[in-house]
């Protein structure tokens, strides 16, 4: 168990469609982030939120948004699904916005699938 | 734009040879590089990292290699057993502009060791 916690691990619906992925920072963490792999492709970043602050953007469409509560959890939101969202999601969390000595730890993901 | 590259999608390796994973990058910002291993169904996790001031750092049976004049790293793992099969992920990050406090990762390198 890395700390970090995300719910679900599996969600299947249709196109059109809207949900919502939650992210549970490791205790302590105040870093969020959110990434997205695909078929073949890498982890590509969404988004980073730090103390509930938005702090950077990466490839995020406009259809997805997120957000990071007092509590520091964060949800990501995606809508108006398409078959082409299917992936796995990703969220990791990191200590301060500083030093990266140890990089990120990631959550085991929630897998999308779009039908 | 990737600005981490994993050239080589996969690895083959009889189980006690070295494996040598290899990364590129062209961002010159980057400054710290790290390696994630992921098996299926669970996130990244750490394995090892490099601060662009080294050319080397070694933990046990890793060693991660930095030519900073070819923008190069590769991760060497000896002997290679077959617990390592998984997926290898090279990120980098820097600390100015938009590599501050964010990894930029490659697409992953499946490593298969055989008995």
Redesign the interface.
């Known amino acids: 168990d890395?700390g970090?916690t995300q719910t679900p691990k599996h969600l299947i619906t249709a196109t059109g469609q809207r949900v919502t992925l939650r992210c549970s920072p490791r205790s302590g963490d105040l870093?969020v982030?959110w990434?997205q792999q695909s078929l073949?492709?890498?982890?590509?970043?969404l988004i980073?939120y730090?103390n509930g602050e938005e702090?950077?953007k990466?490839n995020i469409l406009e259809r997805f948004s997120a957000q990071q509560f007092p509590d520091l959890h964060s949800e990501l939101n995606l809508s108006s699904l398409e078959l082409g969202d299917s992936a796995l999601y990703?969220c990791?969390s990191r200590s301060n916005?500083?030093t990266?000595?140890?990089?990120?730890?990631?959550?085991?993901?929630t897998r999308l699938t779009v039908v | 734009d990737q600005q981490v590259k994993q050239n080589s999608p996969s690895l083959s390796v009889q189980e006690g040879r070295i494996s040598i994973l290899n990364c590129d990058y062209t961002n010159s910002m980057f400054d710290y590089f790290l390696w994630y291993k992921k098996y299926p169904a669970e996130g990244p996790t750490f394995l090892i990292s490099i601060s662009s001031i080294k050319d080397k750092n070694e933990d046990g049976r890793f060693t991660v290699f930095l030519n900073k004049s070819a923008k190069h790293l590769s991760l060497h793992i000896v002997p290679s057993q077959p617990g390592d099969s998984a997926v290898y992920f090279c990120a980098a990050s820097g600390n100015r502009g938009s590599t501050l406090g964010r990894l930029y990762f490659g697409r992953g390198t499946q490593l298969t060791v055989w008995p």
Not at chain 1, 40 to 45: E, P, T
Not at chain 1, 100 to 109: A, H, V
């Open positions: 890395s970090v870093s982030y990434y073949d492709q890498g982890l590509q970043f980073q730090y702090r950077a990466g990703f990791a916005f500083g990266f000595n140890y990089g990120y730890t990631f959550g085991s993901g």
